[in-house]
């Protein structure tokens, strides 16, 4: 037995004073009340304010190369596309494993427990599978695993390369590895997959731009008891072309294909209309929003508010890693908000925290996450609350003034896997540096 004991923890929306948090052997909370004697068991001091684990609900782990390159000639969404290309094709399995377990030691830095990785890069660069089909995807879970959070891997489905109004486009040359060829493909490799200790086995339509009607509705079938996710709605474009092509928006598309469900994610969720958002309430869909990528990109500010009020659950992802701050995204659902309506306090701490934490693993397939309760799993986040940030602040709104370098501690499943704000066992910093210099280097010598 471990006992964490905190001086602040937030407990069902409300900041717990002088309290014990008794986790068993198996990673679970036994236990929670006011300290007590525990001679025998270690007790671990937590700082701060307590939070339950962040679930970043949608990542790209490669994207993460991309960070800082994007920004010196202005550009578009579609332009920054390009960028993507060359990244991504320079990875393989073990170069892949190398940069995830950097990027995901970062995310665990920044107090994320669980990650949803958005996952496309299946193939050898031609397309052709490697002697393992799965060899990217068992590289991310190796990565996450070796990085001390769990992960929903999140297998995309991805046979076009764009839709116009004459239909779905031929891939471009740089789209091969990302695609199964077709959809029953795509599900036969996902089939060899399986859940286990810290793994969930997801499924993801790339976008309406990407995967063909009958093909998404198949998609949906195959994946009737997973977490399912889909980019829906990110660009204008991506409106227009759903219009042209099949005379509704994307949102209505995916409706009338049978993958909008209480196990659905829409995926950045920005330029809606009041049927889409009727839509997505209707059927308990959760919206993952992306915010410091939606404004990286010019994508636009999504309609948070509405979604919620409609009946959508509000979750976070950071997306492309122009920032990895889980706090930041979920600072931001308000912040964007008031930049939006002119008007403070559209979202409340409680609902900010409620997205960051249980909406975001319940996303994942995670319902013994979340919430700092007894049979719940010990992900523990503690914020340091004497900082130049966070120096002053009432806890009970703490996220709205803290950053990720403000996290000292991280645990998950009972392990400490982040004390006085060091990884336990990665230096984050240096892989970075290596992983991601030796990506670049190998698209200058592509490019000779």
Not at 87 to 99: E, K, R, S, W
Not at 190 to 197: I, Q, R, T
Not at 263 to 284: E, Q, S, Y
Not at 419 to 433: F, K, N
Request: hydrophobic share 40%; net charge negative; glycine share 8%.
């Amino acid at each position: 037995m471990t006992v964490f004991r905190a001086n602040a923890v937030w407990i069902d929306g409300k900041i717990a004073t002088n309290i014990d948090i008794h986790v068993g052997a198996n990673g679970y909370i036994d236990a929670i009340h006011p300290p007590a004697d525990a001679v025998r068991d270690e007790i671990l001091e937590l700082p701060g304010v307590v939070y339950p684990g962040f679930a970043n609900a949608h990542s790209h782990a490669f994207h993460r190369a991309l960070r800082g390159r994007t920004h010196g000639d202005g550009g578009t969404f579609w332009t920054w596309r390009q960028g993507m290309y060359q990244a991504a094709t320079t990875l393989t399995p073990d170069t892949y494993y190398g940069l995830a377990r950097a990027v995901y030691g970062e995310m665990v830095l920044a107090g994320v427990t669980s990650v949803g990785e958005f996952h496309y890069v299946h193939h050898d660069t031609d397309g052709t599978s490697y002697s393992d089909s799965n060899a990217m995807g068992h590289a991310l879970i190796s990565a996450a695993r070796d990085a001390g959070l769990r992960i929903t891997l999140l297998d995309t489905c991805y046979l076009a390369g764009g839709l116009d109004q004459s239909g779905h486009l031929a891939l471009m040359p740089e789209q091969l590895r990302f695609s199964d060829g077709s959809v029953e493909a795509w599900a036969d490799r996902v089939s060899s997959l399986s859940d286990s200790h810290g793994v969930r086995i997801g499924a993801a339509i790339h976008s309406v731009r990407a995967v063909p009607r009958d093909s998404i509705s198949k998609v949906a079938a195959f994946s009737s008891t997973q977490p399912l996710h889909i980019h829906v709605s990110e660009q204008p474009a991506e409106n227009q072309a759903c219009l042209d092509a099949y005379g509704c928006t994307p949102t209505e598309l995916l409706h009338s294909s049978g993958a909008l469900s209480p196990r659905t994610t829409a995926v950045h969720a920005t330029h809606l209309t009041p049927n889409d958002i009727a839509l997505l309430g209707n059927t308990r869909t959760f919206s993952c929003f992306c915010p410091t990528t939606e404004r990286d990109l010019a994508d636009g500010i999504g309609p948070a508010t509405a979604l919620a009020s409609a009946g959508s659950r509000l979750c976070l992802g950071s997306d492309q890693h122009a920032v990895i701050d889980l706090l930041e995204e979920a600072r931001a659902l308000e912040m964007h908000e008031r930049l939006e309506t002119n008007q403070r306090g559209r979202i409340q701490p409680m609902e900010i925290v409620t997205a960051l934490t249980t909406a975001g693993h319940e996303s994942l397939g995670w319902n013994d996450v979340g919430r700092i309760a007894v049979g719940q799993r010990a992900d523990l986040v503690a914020i340091r609350t004497d900082t130049v940030r966070t120096a002053g602040s009432d806890p009970a709104q703490i996220a709205l003034s803290a950053f990720a370098a403000d996290v000292d501690t991280v645990v998950v499943d009972g392990v400490v896997r982040v004390s006085g704000g060091r990884h336990m066992s990665i230096d984050v910093a240096s892989e970075l540096v290596d992983t991601i210099s030796g990506l670049w280097s190998q698209v200058d010598l592509e490019r000779r």
